[in-house]
């Protein structure tokens, strides 16, 4: 693949953008994206040999060779356990999609 065969030029537009036409003539567009990322780590519970050593927030983590890394597991369920339904009832709350 050469230079000239990538389908974009990314290049930008600078001082120059193109106009929006945003429906009802709004200035702003906001989209949120939300990752769920819980549920991919390693865990002896799910049949795993040993607890999560990347995947975290954890600096310098060490996997557990069959046991429990309870430190991590907690990490991990805080995300289904509170992080989403929080963000759930704010954007219930406002009635976003």
Known sequence: ??????????????AHPPAANWPDAARI???FVINYEEGGE?????????????LSDIVGA??????RHMNME???EYGSRAGFW????LFAGRKLP
Not at 62 to 67: A, D
Request: proline content about 5%.
């Open 86 to 89: 929080r963000l759930h009832r």
């Open 29 to 31: 567009a906001v989209q």
């Open 62 to 67: 060490v996997e557990y060779p069959g046991q």
């Open 42 to 54: 390693n865990c002896v519970l799910h049949g795993d040999a040993a607890s999560e050593k990347f």
């Open 1 to 14: 693949m050469t230079d000239n065969d990538y389908p974009r030029d990314l290049k930008g537009y600078g």
């Open 74 to 76: 907690s990490l991990y």
